[in-house]
């Protein structure tokens, strides 16, 4: 199958539940409309209270009648013969868990998990004006490690240079350490786009990862 994504669309992310609707991880589209395509999971939608389950040539005639009536409601990708709705919610139907791993350590987690807040002032900024800092500088032997690296401004990563927070006399907003849990899903509910996946997220299930 042959299908033509947006920029905007490669930027969404679909919630993939196991057989039982518990939360297992979040999966970028590409690999959502696969899954579907070749018959290893279903689209979860829920509206009006109820819950609907379309397998891929179901969903792509639902997808015909939300394009002509709904467009501006959904996310598109286009295939030789139609559009397709982007899915919000997939359910798995031949095996229930998908590997866990390690949260990553990469810059976009790290200032996820920073709330993109510089460490040292406490202040939010563009992530434009942000760049990771070493608390214990690399000249002194600190490691790219979670425990040692921060999301600071320009003016407290100037300020800072090649000096423990100590030698500068400045202090964590807070210690720095690997999140549990991928930072970025609670990015993801702030948007609209994804509210319908809140009635699955419930305490017991955080352990949602986001898929590179």
Same mark, same amino acid.
């Given at each position: 199958?042959?299908?033509?994504?947006?920029?905007?669309?490669?930027?969404? +992310?679909?919630?993939?539940?196991?057989?039982?609707?518990?939360?297992?991880?979040?999966?970028?589209?590409?690999?959502?409309?696969?899954?579907?395509?070749? =018959?290893?999971?279903?689209?979860?939608?829920?509206?009006? #209270?109820?819950?609907? +389950?379309?397998?891929?040539?179901?969903?792509? =005639?639902?997808?015909?009648?939300?394009?002509?009536?709904?467009?501006?409601?959904?996310?598109?990708?286009?295939?030789?013969?139609?559009?397709?709705?982007?899915?919000?919610?997939?359910?798995?139907?031949?095996?229930?868990?998908?590997?866990?791993? =390690?949260?990553?350590?990469?810059?976009?987690?790290?200032?996820?998990?920073?709330?993109?807040?510089?460490?040292?002032?406490?202040?939010?900024?563009?992530?434009?004006?942000?760049?990771?800092?070493?608390?214990?500088?690399?000249?002194? #032997?600190?490691?790219?490690?979670?425990?040692?690296?921060?999301?600071?401004?320009?003016?407290?990563?100037?300020?800072?240079? #090649?000096?423990?927070?100590?030698?500068?006399?400045?202090?964590?907003?807070?210690?720095?350490?690997?999140?549990?849990? +991928?930072?970025?899903?609670?990015?993801?509910?702030?948007?609209?786009?994804?509210?319908?996946?809140? =009635?699955?997220?419930?305490?017991?299930?955080?352990?949602?990862?986001?898929?590179?």
């Amino acid at each position: 199958m042959d299908c033509v994504y947006s920029c905007s669309t490669l930027g969404c +992310n679909v919630l993939v539940l196991n057989k039982h609707y518990m939360a297992l991880r979040v999966i970028n589209v590409k690999r959502a409309i696969s899954m579907l395509y070749h =018959q290893q999971a279903e689209v979860v939608t829920c509206e009006t #209270g109820l819950y609907e +389950n379309y397998d891929f040539h179901s969903w792509c =005639q639902v997808s015909e009648f939300k394009k002509t009536f709904e467009p501006d409601n959904h996310d598109w990708i286009s295939t030789v013969n139609c559009y397709v709705a982007v899915p919000k919610i997939i359910r798995l139907l031949f095996y229930d868990r998908l590997p866990q791993k =390690q949260v990553k350590l990469n810059r976009r987690n790290i200032f996820a998990r920073d709330k993109s807040s510089c460490q040292y002032c406490g202040k939010k900024f563009n992530t434009t004006e942000l760049s990771l800092d070493h608390v214990i500088p690399k000249i002194l #032997g600190g490691k790219s490690t979670w425990e040692n690296l921060v999301c600071a401004c320009t003016k407290c990563n100037s300020r800072k240079g #090649g000096r423990t927070p100590a030698q500068a006399r400045m202090s964590l907003v807070k210690k720095p350490v690997m999140p549990r849990r +991928n930072p970025v899903i609670h990015l993801h509910l702030s948007h609209p786009r994804y509210q319908s996946w809140k =009635q699955f997220l419930d305490n017991a299930y955080w352990s949602v990862e986001l898929q590179e």
